[in-house]
């Protein structure tokens, strides 16, 4: 058995499933997948647009503080 973190081991738990390919999902499991992963895009997207916030204002602060 190899150990964790060889090359040539496929970890079971991070396989990523295409719910459009996968034979045994019913459609409410396709639309529960769905869900989850919009819901992790938008926590994603929010986290992104906080920090460019966060550097626009540091931005104007600091042409403020220059003029």
Do not use: C, W
């Amino acid at each position: 058995m190899a150990a964790p973190g060889e090359p040539g081991e496929a970890a079971a738990f991070a396989r990523r499933i295409d719910p459009a390919k996968e034979p045994g999902l019913s459609p409410e499991q396709r639309r529960h997948m769905a869900q989850v992963e919009y819901a992790q895009r938008q926590r994603v997207l929010q986290r992104r647009l906080r920090s460019r916030n966060g550097r626009l204002a540091l931005g104007i602060g600091a042409v403020t503080f220059g003029i």
